[in-house]
T-cell receptor, first 115, second 114 residues
Framework: EDKVVQSPLSLVVHEGDTVTLNCSYE??????LLWYKQEKKAPTFLFML????IEKKSGRLSSILDKKELFSILNITATQTGDSAVYLC???????????????FGKGTHLIIQP | NAGVTQTPKFRILKIGQSMTLQCAQD?????MYWYRQDPGMGLKLIYY???????DKGEVPNGYNVSRSTTEDFPLRLELAAPSQTSVYFC?????????????FGEGSRLTVL
C-alpha cells in the first residue's frame, strides 16, 4: 500500500522564523510529489516536483525532492501570520488506485505562526 | 470566476437518511473528483470522472454513488447515511492536459451524521 508520512504533524513558531516541513513516501510507480496549502477551506496547489535536486521556489516558499531517499522538504523563510495553515503533501503514482492522478495524501502539517 | 462550487456547505443527517452533495465547475475541466477528509487525516479519493458519462471508483467508494451527465456537474450521492460518513467532502477538478495533481478544489461540504 502506498504511504505518505508528514512530519511534524503540528508546529508553532514565531513570525520571522524559518520552518522546514518534511514529507517521506513509499509508493510504487512514483510520478510526482505535490505540496498544497490548506487554510480554512479548500487546499490550493503550491508545487509539483518530479526530479531530484531541483528546487522549486515561489516567493518565501521553496521545495526540493530527493528520489533516492524518498522524501521532500518544504521551506518557508521569514514566516508571516498568513502562512498559518495545514500543508499537505501528496504523491502521484499512476494505477495505484487513487484515480486518474493516483494521488496519495499525507495527514498534513498544521503550522501556526504566532505574531 | 466561480471555479468549483459545492453545495451545501454544511449538513446534518440522521442515520439512514440519504442526500446529494452538489458540485459544479465552470472551467470546462473534464477531470472531476470527490475526496473526503476526516479530522487529522489526509484526503481520500471516493470517486472520480474523466469526462461526461465516465466514472470510476477511488479508494473509499462504499456507501456513495456518483453520476456525470454533463461536463460541469458531478454530484455525490450518499445512500443510507452512517456515522462513519461524517467528514468534510471536497470536490476538485482539472483539465486533462494540466499537470497531475494541479487540482482546483471547492470550499468543502461539512457533513455530520447523527
Amino acid at each position: 500500500e502506498d504511504k505518505v508520512v508528514q512530519s511534524p504533524l503540528s508546529l508553532v513558531v514565531h513570525e520571522g522564523d524559518t520552518v522546514t516541513l518534511n514529507c517521506s513516501y513509499e509508493v510504487t510507480n512514483f510520478r510526482s510529489l505535490l505540496w498544497y496549502k490548506q487554510e480554512k477551506k479548500a487546499p490550493t496547489f503550491l508545487f509539483m516536483l518530479t526530479s531530484s535536486g531541483i528546487e522549486k521556489k515561489s516567493g518565501r516558499l521553496s521545495s526540493i525532492l530527493d528520489k533516492k531517499e524518498l522524501f521532500s522538504i518544504l521551506n518557508i523563510t521569514a514566516t508571516q501570520t498568513g502562512d498559518s495553515a495545514v500543508y499537505l503533501c501528496a504523491v502521484g503514482a499512476p494505477y495505484s488506485g487513487g484515480g486518474a492522478d493516483g494521488l496519495t495524501f499525507g495527514k498534513g502539517t498544521h503550522l501556526i505562526i504566532q505574531p | 470566476n466561480a471555479g468549483v462550487t459545492q453545495t451545501p456547505k454544511f449538513r446534518i443527517l440522521k442515520i439512514g437518511q440519504s442526500m446529494t452533495l452538489q458540485c459544479a465547475q465552470d472551467m470546462n475541466h473534464n477531470y472531476m473528483y470527490w475526496y473526503r477528509q476526516d479530522p487529522g487525516m489526509g484526503l481520500k479519493l471516493i470517486y472520480y470522472s474523466v469526462g461526461a458519462g465516465i466514472t470510476d471508483k477511488g479508494e473509499v467508494p462504499n456507501g456513495y454513488n456518483v453520476s456525470r451527465s454533463t461536463t460541469e456537474d458531478f454530484p455525490l450521492r450518499l445512500e443510507l447515511a452512517a456515522p462513519s460518513q461524517t467528514s468534510v467532502y471536497f470536490c476538485a477538478s482539472r483539465l486533462s492536459g494540466s499537470r497531475v495533481g494541479e487540482l482546483f478544489f471547492g470550499e468543502g461540504s461539512r457533513l455530520t451524521v447523527l
